[in-house]
């Protein structure tokens, strides 16, 4: 079994910078790839970003590209979420999730990942 566990989150005002941490851990880690996920009050989770855990490749949601970076540290079996220029729209929980196994992006981005965090609040101030 493999936990996520996320960190980081707070209540920032719009313009300001956030860095989400999530430590995976598990009898044995390994990770096709590993993504973050939103979800704000009264919406459906919507994907943010997903790193391929071996190559490096990213794929991000068009409302957070140029502004936030996904990155993960294999050794440290972390993954990471740099938010710069946040809005208020970018207020929500954010989940980490990990792909055990092969999945197409577009599966990804459709929520297809094996585990799942709890979660960190973000809240965007205007």
């Known amino acids: 079994q493999v936990q996520l566990v996320e960190s980081g989150g707070g209540l920032v005002q719009a313009g300001d910078s956030l860095r989400l941490a999530c430590a995976a851990s598990?009898?044995?880690?390994?990770?096709?790839?590993m993504g973050w996920f939103r979800q704000a009050q009264g919406t459906e989770r919507e994907f943010v970003a997903v790193i391929n855990w071996s190559t490096g490749n990213r794929y991000y949601a068009d409302s957070v590209k140029g502004r936030f970076t996904i990155a993960r540290d294999n050794a440290k079996n972390t993954l990471w979420l740099q938010l710069n220029s946040l809005k208020p729209e970018d207020t929500a929980v954010y989940y980490c999730a990990a792909a055990g196994s092969y999945r197409t992006v577009p599966d990804m981005r459709t929520g297809g990942m094996d585990y799942w965090g709890k979660g960190t609040l973000v809240t965007v101030s205007s």
């Open positions: 598990g009898r044995t880690f390994s990770s096709y790839a």
